[in-house]
């Protein structure tokens, strides 16, 4: 299907039938000015040529007619020089190579459309198939924020399918202190090459960093996700002028949410430097409050730890209070005289 933003449609359609009309008149003039005998009719193809450049069907055709008809009339224009059987067959041959030349013209913006076609269904198919990937990881990171594994567990493993999901090879969890107000690096990571990310790792793990610092301080500070197009020509990441080549260019992060709080970030990077995602930071976004629920699994936890010794040291002063009781009666009773 053609659009406006087609290259089929690169150029005014009127540009290219103006080039043709004046064509039309520099060969109609130049085939006047020739004996009878010789035909100048093939250069009407240029006509049909200059429709193909434009990717403009009905010009081809009207190319082609407006070739027979005028290469037929330059039988009565042109000086009557040669026999008539040979102007007929000069001007029969240039009306095939007229027609031919449409023909294949034809066949060739045909081919075009085809292929812009084909790779229109192909990108909705590959985007079609993002989006179900997306669902899929939405759906396992639900899993996960509702399982009663450890916290630390829960994060790796949604850490892994991320990267699984998304194909980035290296991810890895900073935690909020809000003591001390900063951001300070997690053992949590996702490494699809160890060796070659090993240098990255090092530096991120000596790297804690305050609010509005870094990838994930300036994800603190929006409370959403942020990109970073090529880490090393970022001026806001300390961690790239701490050696001469970390492995990472491009970069993304999210926040985890319990509400409007950022508890952590997590951060991910490509080896190459990639043009922003909106679609991706959408769903990472939805994913970072999904993570929330996790946190909140785990204070809701340590709550009702919290609650039940509260219970179970009232229940002892109770029974000690209970005990002291019946000691105090019972030494009463004793002490009555019978």
């Not at 300070?184 to 804690?208: R, S, V």
């Not at 500070?221 to 090529?230: K, V, Y």
Request: some cysteine.
């Amino acid at each position: 299907m053609l659009t406006k933003d087609s290259p089929l449609l690169g150029k005014p359609k009127i540009i290219y039938r103006a080039i043709s009309v004046i064509l039309a008149a520099i060969i109609l003039i130049a085939d006047e000015l020739l004996p009878l005998g010789v035909s100048v009719g093939e250069a009407y193809c240029a006509l049909v040529l200059v429709g193909l450049l434009g990717k403009d069907k009905p010009l081809i055709v009207g190319s082609a007619i407006a070739g027979t008809i005028l290469t037929l009339i330059g039988i009565w224009l042109s000086p009557p020089e040669a026999q008539l059987w040979i102007v007929w067959v000069n001007r029969i041959l240039s009306i095939f190579l007229i027609w031919l030349t449409a023909g294949f013209s034809l066949l060739q913006i045909q081919s075009i459309v085809v292929r812009e076609e084909t790779e229109e269904i192909k990108t909705a198919y590959q985007l079609l198939k993002q989006e179900m990937n997306y669902v899929k990881l939405n759906r396992i990171i639900a899993v996960l924020a509702n399982s009663k594994q450890r916290v630390e567990d829960d994060l790796a493993d949604a850490m892994q399918t991320i990267c699984q999901y998304t194909g980035w090879p290296v991810g890895h969890l900073y935690l909020r202190d809000d003591e001390k107000e900063v951001l300070n690096p997690t053992k949590i990571w996702h490494l699809k090459d160890p060796e070659k990310f090993a240098p990255f790792k090092k530096i991120t793990e000596a790297t804690p960093l305050a609010l509005g610092e870094g990838l994930p301080g300036r994800v603190v500070n929006s409370g959403s996700a942020e990109w970073i197009i090529d880490v090393l020509k970022d001026k806001n990441f300390p961690r790239a002028r701490q050696a001469i080549e970390i492995g990472v260019h491009a970069g993304f992060a999210f926040p985890i949410l319990i509400g409007p709080k950022v508890v952590g970030v997590m951060e991910f990077f490509s080896e190459e430097t990639l043009e922003p995602d909106s679609r991706l930071l959408e769903v990472m976004e939805s994913i970072g409050y999904l993570l929330g629920r996790i946190f909140e699994r785990y204070q809701a936890n340590l709550d009702k730890e919290e609650y039940d010794e509260h219970l179970r040291s009232l229940y002892n002063r109770l029974e000690s209070a209970r005990q002291t009781e019946d000691k105090r009666i019972a030494g009463g009773s004793q002490s009555d005289p019978m």
